[in-house]
């Protein structure tokens, strides 16, 4: 088959001389055609990501913007940049997750915007056929997640999912909203002023000016940065400092302090002193299991308490929810990655979750399936702790 398809291109190429000479017409149409074709199969690979976001979103009536599950204000911030940019192309977006807000900080970014977010539970309740992914890139909790198939997914995140027509994933940002940011200040956006007492009433669309972001999206943006970096100082690189230092400009600074100071939940402070009282430290790696809690967000909290503590360079939190063993890690040092730590800990526990970034990293384990349930062995709490040392000591 190769000789036969080999002296077919031979003979092609020998007798294309002579076609060319009884045709010039048709070839130079042809060759017309081809290198047309080419230059513009090349402008399109080598349009900007927000160019071609731009162009998706002004082709559909309408897109759903989908967070991760529980989203956190980078997630919540990058939804409402998508909004903005949707806005201008004349399209309609509905902004949803499928989880629950419940973190202090992340109400009252929720809260303080006056944002008005839409929850699924399945497939079905996605309603466009357009659906664009932010701060993740594979759909996730929900029913029918996996047959999920976005148009577009940005996110800086470690992970294998991908949009139809766009994916700018970046790895080596350390917020979301970051890429947003650098989406704006390459269409030369500005800003204005919006009396964020949105409740009453919102932003009127004719005074909105073109092209341009309100204060409080603006505010939303710094903020997703600032938590997803611990203000700057952690995962984050020169593009985070640019960002942050191009929204500044139009950022409402009591709106920001609102946000970023809410009132702290009682279950969290208890949550936190049991992960104190409970540490166990094999310096500098910690661990600590405080048990039963309502509010699995005190889970990380706790974390981002413990690694504070002096002779603590990464530490790992578990908490128990319904069935479910939750973890939380974090990590200063730069001999652990906590993220793969915790991954390689529940690789071969079935259905159990776990991964994230170099600094900060996450998992959950069904009890059941760490009791033994179905193919596995079972792993004592014990022997989990055993494994989450061995990790962070590079033993895994």
Request: charged letters at 25%.
């Amino acid at each position: 088959m190769y000789l036969v398809a080999q002296r077919d291109l031979v003979s092609l190429a020998e007798g294309f001389p002579g076609y060319a000479g009884e045709n010039p017409v048709l070839v130079a149409v042809g060759l017309v055609v081809l290198l047309g074709g080419g230059f513009a199969l090349y402008r399109y690979l080598t349009r900007s990501p927000v160019s071609r976001l731009q162009s998706l979103l002004a082709d559909h009536d309408a897109v759903t913007v989908l967070m991760h599950p529980n989203p956190d204000p980078d997630a919540m911030s990058s939804a409402l940049a998508v909004d903005q940019l949707a806005a201008a192309a004349g399209t309609d977006t509905v902004l949803c997750y499928s989880g629950e807000i419940r973190r202090p900080e992340n109400r009252a970014f929720e809260t303080v915007l006056d944002l008005d977010f839409d929850r699924i539970e399945s497939l079905d309740d996605i309603r466009t056929e357009a659906v664009v992914l932010v701060d993740h890139n594979e759909p996730r909790g929900f029913a029918g997640a996996e047959k999920l198939e976005p148009v577009a997914v940005i996110d800086h995140h470690p992970g294998s999912g991908t949009g139809r027509e766009l994916t700018d994933v970046r790895t080596d940002v350390g917020a979301c909203a970051t890429i947003f940011a650098g989406y704006f200040e390459s269409l030369d956006w500005d800003f204005f002023e919006v009396d964020v007492a949105l409740t009453d009433g919102g932003v009127e669309t004719d005074d909105i000016p073109e092209d341009a972001m309100p204060s409080h999206v603006a505010t939303g943006l710094v903020y997703g940065i600032q938590s997803d970096t611990r203000s700057l100082t952690n995962g984050c690189c020169a593009e985070d400092f640019a960002a942050a230092a191009y929204l500044y400009q139009g950022i409402d600074s009591d709106l920001l302090n609102r946000i970023a100071n809410p009132q702290v939940d009682a279950e969290v402070l208890e949550v936190k002193s049991r992960a104190i009282s409970e540490l166990e430290v094999r310096s500098p790696y910690g661990f600590a299991d405080v048990g039963e809690v309502s509010n699995t967000d005190a889970i990380p909290q706790a974390a981002d308490e413990l690694e504070a503590l002096e002779g603590v360079s990464a530490v790992v939190v578990i908490g128990e929810k319904e069935g479910t063993i939750r973890i939380a890690g974090r990590s200063r040092d730069d001999r652990v990655h906590i993220g793969r730590a915790i991954e390689a800990v529940v690789e071969n526990i079935p259905m159990a979750e776990g991964g994230g970034h170099a600094r900060m990293g996450g998992g959950k384990i069904s009890i059941d399936y760490l009791d033994g349930f179905g193919p596995g062995e079972g792993v004592t709490r014990d022997e989990l702790r055993e494994r989450l040392f061995d990790a962070m000591a590079g033993e895994r």
